[in-house]
């Protein structure tokens, strides 16, 4: 029990370090590295941001996702994308994968790693590739995420760097029927020379949690949260939701 509180209070220090020192898209999510073998899921995601030029955006995807493995997760998934004084439109295709490295709960912290493979309806952007290892622990009813991630573009006929992004996620575990917490997104920049710190993307705020069961293996889980830019590179605000239907 030592270890375990010791390994959380040292990974929740580690959150905050990270994502202090560190935009994602307005419906980006918290990824977790646990599997459940045999599930299927329809997943929706939407988010919208008020940007500090007074300029609003907003982002849909729709996926489907399931288990081959026991240790592998993998969705596929179409994004939608409104950018400030457009119409929605196709913005990108995109394949995720999820690893679970270790057990749930034999550890203090369970591991996964992330890779998703992105082909943006812009080929002059290739391809985009998101990867990097994800934490997760608890103590207590309170459980902690933490999320590392390098995001580069092969391919391109464009210059992108490849930034370093940090996901955190704090729940509290009282009743699956709804659970209260917070998350934070954010992105130093170039992962190999970070940008100033008034330059540097992050965003935070209070988030809700909730799952209903509709039989023995359907339920519909969902996370919401109303997120605060605080930097001058971050929109102001963003309101983000995912929902998704398990079978």
Known sequence: MFKKKTAATALAWLCMLACVSVVAGPNDYIRTPTVEYGEREIDLKMGGQRNRDGTSASATSLGYGFTPQTWWFTEFYVKYAKPPGESQALDAWEWENKVQLTETGKYP???????????????????????????????????????????????????????????????????????????????????????????????????????????????????????????????????????????
Not at 127 to 134: D, I, K, N, Q
Not at 146 to 157: D, G, S, Y
Request: charged content about 20%; proline content about 4%; hydrophobic content about 35%.
């Open 109 to 247: 912290v369970d591991m996964g790693f992330l890779l998703e493979i992105e082909r943006p309806q812009n080929r002059s952007e290739g391809y985009e590739l998101t990867y990097g290892p994800m934490f997760q622990t608890e103590w207590g009813k309170v459980q902690g995420n933490l999320n590392i991630f390098v995001q580069k573009h092969v391919r391109a006929t464009e210059t992108f760097d490849s930034e370093l992004h940090c996901q955190m996620q704090i729940k509290y575990r009282d009743s699956a029927k709804l659970e209260w917490g917070a998350q934070a997104f954010g992105n130093v920049g170039q992962w190999d020379h970070w940008s100033p710190a008034s330059k540097r993307e992050f965003k935070v705020g209070p988030a809700l949690f909730g799952k209903n069961k509709m039989g023995t293996h359907e339920a519909i889980t969902w996370n919401a949260a109303v997120l605060v830019g605080t930097t001058q590179a971050t929109p102001n605000t963003t309101l983000r939701l995912q929902t998704e239907y398990e079978f």
